[in-house]
C-alpha cells in the first residue's frame, strides 16, 4: 500500500513524540501546523515514557492509525534496537529520531544529520572548504561529525571536557583524521585561527551566562567565520560572537529541518518549511518570555 493510501485508510492520524521529559518540546509548534497547512489529518502527541515502558511504546507504533514518531533525549540510542530496519547513517549515529509506520514495518531514521547538513549550506554553501572546531563528544556531536563528512568538510578538530570521550568518537570515524584538541587555552586557541566554522554541540547554552569557552577566545576565529550553536536559542556564545562581527546559527534552524525531514517520511508530502519556520520561531519567542 504507498504511503498516501495508509493516510486515507482511517480519519485521523496519529504522530508523537516518545521522551522523557517531552512536556516543553517544540515540535508539536513544527508539526501540528504542517499536517492543518496540507490539509493532513493528523494528530501530533506528546508520549512521555519512560525506559521501561518503551519497548511496549514503541510496539504500539505498529498500529495502523500511526504515522511513527519522534524520539529524543534520553531514548534516541535504547530505540534502535526496537526497530525493524534502521537507515545506515542512524546506524553508525547509534540513535534514530524518526520512526516511520510502514504497513506494520518499523523503519528508523536519523533526520538530525541531514537537518544539520541543510541548515549550514543554506549560511554557508563553500562549507567544505571550511576547517571546523567542534565543541562536545556526545551523540549531538557524533551527528554533526557525519553530516560534516555528507558535505565533504575534511578538516576537522573536536574539543570536549571528557577528552578521552572525544578520542573514541574520532578514532570511531574511519573516513577521515579528526583532530582532538586539548581543552587548555593553547590548543584551544591554536585550533580556533585554524577554524573558519565554529559548532557548539555541548549542553552548555541554555543558561544566562553559560558559555563552553570563555568568550574573548573568540577573537580568535578568522573575521568571515561562522558561530553555530545547536541549543534551540540566541545563547550568550552566539550574542558575544555577533558583538565581534562574526556571522552566526542557531539551533532553531537545524530543528526546523530534522521535524521537515520526518514529516516527509511520514506523509511522503513536501513538508511546508515557511509554515513550520513561522510556528516555532513564535513558539520559542513565547517560550523565552515566559522563562
Ligand atoms: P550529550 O549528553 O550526549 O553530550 C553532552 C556534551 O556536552 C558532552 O560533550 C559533554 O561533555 C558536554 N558537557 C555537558 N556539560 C558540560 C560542562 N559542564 N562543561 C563542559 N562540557 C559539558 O548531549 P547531546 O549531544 O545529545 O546534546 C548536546 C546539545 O545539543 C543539547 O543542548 C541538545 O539540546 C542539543 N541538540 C540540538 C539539536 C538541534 O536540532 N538543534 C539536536 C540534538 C541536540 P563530556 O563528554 O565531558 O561530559
Known amino acids: 500500500m504507498s504511503e498516501f493510501g495508509r493516510l486515507e485508510r482511517s480519519a485521523t492520524q496519529r504522530v508523537g513524540l516518545i521522551g522523557d521529559p517531552v512536556a516543553h518540546s517544540l515540535s508539536p509548534a513544527l508539526q501540528q501546523p504542517a499536517f ?6 493528523a494528530r501530533y502527541e506528546l508520549w512521555q515514557t519512560s525506559a521501561e515502558a518503551l519497548p511496549e511504546r514503541v510496539e504500539s507504533l505498529r498500529a495502523p492509525d500511526l504515522l511513527g514518531a519522534n524520539v529524543t533525549v534520553p531514548h ?16 553508525r549515529a547509534g540513535a534514530v529520531n524518526t520512526i516511520i509506520n510502514r504497513d506494520g514495518h ?27 572546531l567542534l565543541l562536545g563528544a556526545g551523540g549531538a556531536a557524533r551527528g554533526v561529525i557525519l553530516a560534516l563528512e555528507t558535505l565533504g568538510v575534511r578538516q576537522i578538530a573536536i574539543v ?13 570515524i574511519r573516513s577521515m583524521p579528526i583532530d ?13 585561527e585554524q577554524a573558519r566554522v565554529l559548532v557548539n554541540a555541548t549542553s552548555l547554552g541554555w543558561h544566562p551566562g553559560e558559555t563552553p569557552l570563555a568568550v574573548d577566545h573568540l577573537q580568535r576565529l578568522p573575521s568571515d567565520s561562522l558561530v553555530i550553536d545547536l541549543t534551540y536559542r540566541d545563547t550568550d556564545l552566539l550574542i558575544a560572537a555577533r558583538e565581534r562581527g562574526l ?25 511546508p518549511l515557511d509554515v513550520m519556520r513561522q510556528s516555532v520561531q513564535q513558539a520559542a519567542a513565547a517560550r523565552e518570555r515566559s522563562v
Open 36 to 41: 492543518d497547512a496540507l490539509g493532513i489529518a
Open 76 to 91: 534516541k540510542q535504547a530505540v534502535v534496537r526496537l526497530l525493524d530496519d534502521v537507515s545506515a547513517l542512524a546506524r
Open 106 to 132: 518499523l523503519v528508523g531514521e536519523n533526520t538530525d544529520i541531514s537537518a544539520f547538513a541543510t541548515a549550514l549550506r543554506e549560511v554557508c554553501p563553500e562549507a567544505e572548504q571550511r576547517g571546523v
Open 160 to 172: 570536549n571536557r571528557d577528552r578521552e570521550r572525544a578520542r573514541r568518537l574520532a578514532s570511531e
Open 180 to 192: 582532538v584538541v586539548a581543552g587548555d587555552d593553547i590548543g584551544l586557541l591554536a585550533a580556533l
Open 247 to 271: 556571522r552566526t546559527l542557531d539551533g532553531l534552524s537545524m530543528l526546523i529541518h530534522q521535524g521537515a525531514r520526518a514529516f516527509e517520511l511520514w506523509t511522503g508530502q513536501p513538508a
